[in-house]
């Protein structure tokens, strides 16, 4: 069954202190975190095993930092950044030096970033992220609930001041200078449902949530054997993908966006450059564009110190 937020679910809960339930705007003045905790319970979509995440507040200046409560000491914490990515294959995965990995961060990440959440422990019991319902929907109604708190302390932004581009077998991704923070994104694929989609939007609260955030992870019926045979798409289903068969959709549910394909790659964009640890204030463009290109283009930027300023 497709996530409805207005229907109650029994993995999902919060604790809530305050009656603020609204996500901050992409650029607030200061840093945010969240004003209680939130919880969820789900599957891997690559692992196929049961997760438990739960979302709590952090104190100014701690960034992103996933906490794997089945480790010990050190090898719990990975801060999600950029220069933690250590596989790149159909997910994003970070990973620290104790050998300790979470995969399939990015819808959890979006959906942090669009809602200007700066600081935050994520705890997980498992090594990837619950998929939930193949977007990031739940986890902006997991951050409603708990709801945001400004900290007193300055939000720093990258500003880009050059243009910075990477490419790959015809693919493409490019940060270039723009007075806020957008995104745009084209695919080009042999199927009939997809073909050639282009989205374009400006990154805020309210845009991400109406735009972007209910758009699905997809695949081909075709590859789910030989995905499998991989130890990938384990946990994957109808509920939480939309799956492409003979050129035609196979959810009974159909498409949320006519163009629901476009949009979460755009989706996945947002989440592979929340890495980045900080909001980008600047044109983000991909042209078919993975999560692997996305990496090296943050990569290619943090190594160009003429590219990019903190203001």
């Known amino acids: 069954?497709?996530?409805d937020a207005m229907q109650h679910n029994p993995n999902l809960k919060a604790s809530l202190s305050?009656?603020?339930?609204?996500?901050?705007s992409a650029?607030?003045?200061?840093?945010?975190?969240?004003?209680?905790?939130?919880?969820?319970?789900?599957?891997g979509v690559h692992s196929g095993e049961k997760v438990t995440l739960k979302i709590l507040p952090a104190p100014a200046d701690t960034g992103i930092?996933?906490?794997?409560?089945?480790?010990?000491?050190?090898?719990?914490h990975v801060p999600a950044r950029w220069d933690h990515v250590v596989d790149t294959k159909l997910c994003t995965v970070i990973g620290n030096k104790a050998g300790a990995r979470i995969a399939t961060i990015e819808h959890l990440m979006a959906a942090l970033y669009a809602c200007g959440i700066d600081n935050a422990f994520i705890e997980i019991d498992?090594?990837?992220?619950?998929?939930?319902?193949?977007?990031?929907?739940?986890?902006?109604?997991?951050?409603?609930?708990?709801?945001?708190?400004e900290q007193d302390v300055p939000r720093r932004v990258i500003e880009i001041l050059n243009p910075i581009e990477v490419t790959r077998d015809?693919?493409?991704?490019?940060?270039?200078?723009?007075?806020?923070?957008?995104?745009?994104f084209e695919i080009n694929f042999d199927q009939a449902p997809i073909s050639r989609q282009r989205y374009d939007f400006t990154l805020s609260?309210?845009?991400?949530?109406?735009?972007?955030?209910?758009?699905?992870?997809?695949?081909?019926?075709?590859?789910?054997?030989?995905?499998r045979k991989q130890g990938l798409a384990l946990g994957g289903s109808l509920e939480n993908a939309v799956v492409i068969k003979d050129d035609r959709v196979l959810n009974e549910d159909g498409l949320r966006?006519?163009?629901?394909?476009?949009?979460?790659?755009?989706?996945?964009?947002?989440?592979?450059?929340?890495?980045a640890g900080a909001a980008i204030r600047g044109h983000f463009e991909g042209y078919c564009s993975g999560h692997a290109l996305n990496n090296r283009l943050l990569h290619a930027l943090f190594g160009d110190p003429s590219a990019w300023r903190f203001v």
């Open 205 to 227: 609260r309210e845009t991400f949530k109406s735009e972007i955030s209910r758009a699905r992870t997809f695949g081909f019926y075709e590859e789910v054997d030989a995905l």
């Open 1 to 3: 069954m497709p996530y």
């Open 126 to 149: 498992n090594a990837e992220v619950p998929v939930m319902d193949g977007s990031s929907d739940p986890f902006i109604f997991l951050i409603d609930m708990a709801g945001t708190v």
């Open 18 to 24: 305050g009656s603020d339930i609204l996500c901050a």
């Open 27 to 43: 650029s607030p003045p200061r840093q945010r975190s969240l004003r209680g905790a939130t919880e969820c319970s789900g599957i």
């Open 257 to 275: 966006y006519n163009d629901e394909f476009v949009r979460h790659k755009l989706l996945d964009a947002v989440g592979d450059l929340a890495l």
């Open 170 to 184: 015809g693919k493409m991704a490019r940060l270039s200078p723009a007075i806020e923070s957008r995104f745009s």
């Open 65 to 76: 930092v996933f906490v794997r409560t089945d480790l010990k000491n050190g090898a719990r």
